[in-house]
């Protein structure tokens, strides 16, 4: 995980909703200070969720998958805290999209919320 101290950083997901092999990036939020990135990654074990990039002089501080994994075990009020900020804030077309098409899978459609967003970020695209 990433944690931003200083400088901004663009937020850019896929949209997987465009005409098939014409996925775009769409740019979805600025990070500044106090904000980070990265949790989506530590929370479900996937590559990544989004492509961030600096657009400004950064200073920011990185936290090693191991160590995050060992703080999430510690304490997993830490980790459901993360977890909640990802539900909450997280709302790009793609997303919303999966999340609704796993809704209409009849044995998904009384899943929680975090199991369903768990399944959204570690799907395999072919």
Request: with cysteine; proline share 3%; net charge negative.
């Given at each position: 995980m990433?944690?931003?101290q200083s400088?901004?950083f663009?937020v850019e997901?896929?949209?997987i909703?465009q005409?098939?092999?014409e996925?775009?990036?769409i740019?979805?939020r600025?990070?500044?200070s106090?904000?980070f990135f ?5 929370l479900?074990?996937?590559k990544?969720s989004?492509?961030?990039r600096?657009?400004?002089y950064?200073v920011y501080g990185?936290?090693d998958?191991?160590?995050t994994?060992?703080?999430?075990d510690m304490?997993?009020a830490?980790?459901?805290?993360f977890?909640?900020?990802a ?6 077309r ?5 999340l609704q ?9 009384d ?9 959204v ?6």
């Amino acid at each position: 995980m990433y944690f931003i101290q200083s400088g901004k950083f663009l937020v850019e997901v896929e949209d997987i909703l465009q005409p098939l092999g014409e996925y775009d990036q769409i740019a979805v939020r600025t990070l500044e200070s106090g904000h980070f990135f990265g949790e989506i990654s530590a929370l479900y074990g996937c590559k990544r969720s989004a492509t961030v990039r600096a657009i400004d002089y950064c200073v920011y501080g990185e936290l090693d998958p191991k160590e995050t994994q060992v703080i999430f075990d510690m304490d997993p009020a830490v980790k459901r805290r993360f977890e909640k900020h990802a539900a909450d804030t997280y709302d790009d077309r793609t997303r919303c999209f999966l999340l609704q098409s796993l809704r209409q899978v009849d044995y998904l459609e009384d899943a929680p919320f975090e199991l369903l967003s768990e399944m959204v970020y570690t799907l395999k695209w072919f």
